[in-house]
């Protein structure tokens, strides 16, 4: 269980950059969580997405006001939410995947089940 729980904080942290993109709206939040998925395991990569998630979206001076023809619309947002939700689905399958390897590789022998280690054949010893 504590494994768990240390795993999902790890995650949490991995995927920080893209947990604060998404919840700052960044109209970039796909780039910034394809970046942080891909190279986060570098540091600098990682340090990279954080700073492009916590930028300001640079605003042009010399862009009109939106009009309400410009606003987003309904069936826009709900398709970002699905794309948001399938990026969701991919990182708890990708983190389910890494536990079960994890565990298959740590698994312990059956109760009752002598584990014997077998250490180096001597080539030299005949048995007669």
């Known amino acids: 269980m ?3 729980i240390s795993m999902a904080i790890s995650l949490a942290l991995y995927l920080l950059p893209t947990i604060i993109a998404a919840a700052r709206h960044k109209r ?14 570098t540091l600098i990569g990682w340090v990279v997405a ?13 862009q009109q006001p939106a009009s309400r ?7 826009e947002i709900e398709r970002r939410m699905s ?5 969701i689905a991919v990182v708890v399958v990708i983190a389910g995947v890494i536990f079960l390897v994890y565990q298959h590789q740590n698994a312990a022998a059956p109760p009752g089940v002598e584990q014997t280690q077998q250490g180096p054949v ?7």
Request: aromatic share 6%; charged share 25%; hydrophobic share 45%.
């Open 2 to 4: 504590e494994a768990l």
């Open 28 to 41: 970039n939040v796909v780039a910034i969580g394809a970046l942080n998925i891909l190279l986060g395991w």
């Open 50 to 62: 954080l700073v492009w998630s916590l930028m300001h979206d640079k605003v042009d001076p010399h």
């Open 69 to 75: 023809e410009q606003h987003q619309s309904v069936d």
């Open 83 to 87: 794309r948001s939700r399938v990026w």
């Open 122 to 128: 001597d080539t030299n010893e005949r048995e007669l």
